[in-house]
């Protein structure tokens, strides 16, 4: 079946960097739209980073500057490589993927269809 695992997510004093990964089987990061999204307890989810099939890539503003999303298409493997974090961006991180579209359409999270099961990023002060 179609699976999405996020791995990287820890614990972090601001400031400091993680990277996170989500290894995709059955779905290919090379032909589809990814992204990364992050949620709060009592919050909807809400848009971090995308990267299309031609290496396209856009940013939410709170990502813009410090964090990028990259991938590995003979890994099949995505990335967001997060650096000087902030509390605030202390969350459970999911990667996703819009397989209906090669070129990202938006940051929605409606337009992704397929979720990783995520990964919690806590940034201490």
């Known amino acids: 079946q179609v699976q999405m695992v996020e791995s990287g997510g820890g614990s972090v004093q601001a400031g400091g960097s993680l990277r996170l990964s989500c290894t995709a089987s059955l779905l290919s990061v090379s032909d589809n739209c990814m992204g990364w999204f992050r949620q709060v307890p009592g919050k909807g989810r809400e848009e971090v980073a995308s990267i299309g099939g031609g290496g396209e890539t856009t940013y939410a503003n709170s990502a813009k500057g410090r964090f990028t999303i990259s991938k590995d298409n003979a890994k099949n493997t995505l990335y967001l490589e997060m650096n000087s974090l902030k509390p605030e961006d202390t969350a459970v991180y999911y990667c996703?993927?819009?397989?209906?579209?090669?070129?990202?359409?938006?940051?929605?999270?409606?337009?992704?269809?397929?979720w990783g099961q995520g990964t919690q990023v806590t940034v201490s002060s």
């Open positions: 996703a993927a819009d397989v209906r579209r090669s070129r990202c359409r938006s940051l929605r999270p409606s337009d992704f269809g397929v």
